[in-house]
Each structure stands twice: as structure tokens, then as C-alpha cells.
């Protein structure tokens, strides 16, 4: 069965620290994404990849990076981490045309 | 860029009764559709994948409503029972792939017993 893997599920980060939230897929997809969710909305694309050593800005990249540093992997790098960061975080993974497919989310809490 | 509507925001229903949640989109080019369902501390699990040739799809215990002219998507949930409580999210993608999504603010549906 198709797997994305995040980590941590949970963070508590302190205010201007820095913070990296991994996901590790084992589906064999080219495509990787972050999303944020927040309280009310839907999910928002931060960042994506279509290959490794590639990345591409989503629709809120402000205040994040990205790193594919392979197919299985790819990280989410918040250098400066600020109080509207609180979120939940979810990576997922797809190829053209087939079924997103999420991982259980990382709810990070900005303090 | 696309922008996606849904409504309502939370809707109540007793067990065994209908329940209809409605998204609007903006881009006539959009071309797949997708409804996912949400279960409290989870991930989001595919509903549907809807293909914008197809109008109507029909899944376990629900149907899926396409009307391109007015640009809605409708999830349309018949005799509800407990295990549907969740959040619902639609999401649109112009791209004719599975990429960049653009998901409605979602559906917080409690089922009654």
C-alpha cells in the first residue's frame, strides 16, 4: 500500500528557532507537496516537487523552504519559525494523473 | 488563479437522512475533481476522483454532481450513518494531473443519532 511518512507528528517550536518537518514516501511517485492546514480552511500548497534536487513554490511559500534531496524524500525548512506558523503540515505524493496520497500530518505549535 | 467555494461550513444531520455539501470554482479550464474525507487526527482519505467529462459518479452510499456550466461540484451523501462524521474537503486542479490542488475550506458534518 501506497506510504508517506512524516515526522514529527508533533512539534513544539520556540519563536525565531528553526524547524524541519521530514516526509519519506515509499510509493515510488515523482511528485512530492507540502500542504498547511489551518483551523477553518482547507489545505494550501507551500512547496512541491516534480524531481529530486528540484523544488517549486506553491501558493503560500512565504517563510518556507524546501529540499528534495531524493525521490523518497523531502523536507520542509522553516528557518525562522513565527507564531502564525502554527499549523498542521502535511506532505503527500502523487505522479501525473494518479491519487494524491497524504501522510497523517505534523501539527507544529509556534510558541 | 482558481479559487474554490464550499459550502456550508459545518451541517447537522440525523442518521439515515441526506446530506448535500457544494463547492463552486472559478476556472472553466479545471478538469479533475476530487472529494476527500476527513476523520478527527487523520489524514485526508479519496472519496472520489471525478473527471470533468463525467457528470454524475456514484460511490458507496453517495453520489458526485458535475454541472461545468454553473461550475459546481456537489457530494451528495444518501441515508448518513455515524461513520460519515468527518470533515469534507473538495479540491479542484487545472492541470489535468494530480498536482497543485486547490482545496475549499471544507465541511465539519456531524451525523445525529
Known amino acids: 500500500e501506497a506510504a508517506v511518512t512524516q515526522s514529527p507528528r508533533s512539534k513544539v517550536a520556540v519563536t525565531g528557532g528553526k524547524v524541519t518537518l521530514s516526509c519519506h514516501q515509499t510509493n515510488n511517485h515523482d511528485y512530492m507537496y507540502w500542504y498547511r492546514q489551518d483551523t477553518g480552511h482547507g489545505l494550501r500548497l507551500i512547496h512541491y516537487?516534480?524531481?529530486?534536487?528540484?523544488?517549486e513554490k506553491g501558493d503560500i511559500p512565504d517563510g518556507y523552504k524546501a529540499s528534495r534531496p531524493s525521490q523518497e524524500n523531502f523536507s520542509l525548512i522553516l528557518e525562522l519559525a513565527s507564531l502564525s506558523q502554527t499549523a498542521v503540515y502535511f506532505c503527500?505524493?502523487?505522479?501525473?494523473?494518479?491519487?494524491?496520497?497524504f501522510g497523517k500530518g505534523t501539527r507544529l505549535t509556534v510558541v | 488563479g482558481e479559487q474554490v467555494e464550499q459550502r456550508p461550513p459545518h451541517l447537522s444531520v440525523r442518521e439515515g437522512d441526506s446530506a448535500v455539501i457544494t463547492c463552486t470554482y472559478t476556472?472553466?479550464?479545471?478538469?479533475?475533481f476530487f472529494w476527500y474525507k476527513q476523520e478527527p487526527g487523520a489524514s485526508l482519505q479519496l472519496l472520489m476522483k471525478?473527471?470533468?467529462?463525467?457528470e454524475i459518479n456514484e460511490g458507496q452510499g453517495f453520489t458526485v454532481l458535475l454541472n461545468k456550466k454553473d461550475k459546481r461540484l456537489s457530494l451528495n451523501l444518501t441515508a448518513a450513518h455515524p461513520g460519515d462524521s468527518a470533515a469534507y474537503f473538495c479540491a479542484v486542479n487545472d492541470t489535468g494531473g494530480a498536482d497543485r490542488l486547490t482545496f475549499g475550506k471544507g465541511t465539519q458534518l456531524i451525523i445525529q443519532p
Open positions: 476556472d472553466p479550464n479545471s478538469y479533475y
Open positions: 471525478v473527471f470533468s467529462s463525467t
Open positions: 503527500a505524493s502523487s505522479d501525473q494523473n494518479t491519487e494524491v496520497f
Open positions: 516537487s516534480y524531481v529530486a534536487d528540484s523544488t
